[in-house]
């Protein structure tokens, strides 16, 4: 019969024969590239083990604040200081925010939209 999938079970086993025997390939390599990992790491501490056995174990991360558990106080206040690049910020009045090269185009009259090319 024409237009109609051949649905015999030798039909589908050969089907989909090759892509499971892939798709366990794919899965022991993976596993063996997981060894690897785990084994190199291994190595890599015993390595640096030996190389500074006087320095303290590190934590993952760094922090130039101080520890939160420490704290004594706490301080609230109505004003936050902002600083940019280690230097306070100025005061600044609280306004209408206005780019300064679209203002004055408006007040002109002249059109922000771009025309359209033909």
């Known amino acids: ?9 030798e039909v589908f086993l050969k089907r989909h024969t090759k892509p499971e025997q892939d798709e366990k390939r794919r899965k022991r ?3 063996q590239r997981m060894r690897e990992q785990r084994h190199y790491e291994r190595l890599r501490e ?19 604040w101080p520890n939160p558990e420490s704290a004594v ?20 009045p609280p ?7 679209l203002s ?3 007040q002109d009259g002249v059109s922000t939209r771009r025309r359209k090319r033909p």
């Open 1 to 9: 019969m024409e237009g109609t999938e051949n649905l015999e079970d």
């Open 29 to 31: 390599w993976d596993l």
């Open 46 to 64: 015993r390595y640096e083990g030996r190389q500074n056995p006087c320095e303290p174990e590190v934590s993952g991360y760094h922090s130039l």
């Open 73 to 92: 106080y706490l301080h609230v206040d109505d004003c936050l200081p902002v600083c940019a690049f280690g230097q306070p910020m100025a005061r600044i």
């Open 95 to 101: 306004q209408e925010f206005v780019l300064p090269w």
């Open 104 to 106: 004055s185009r408006c």
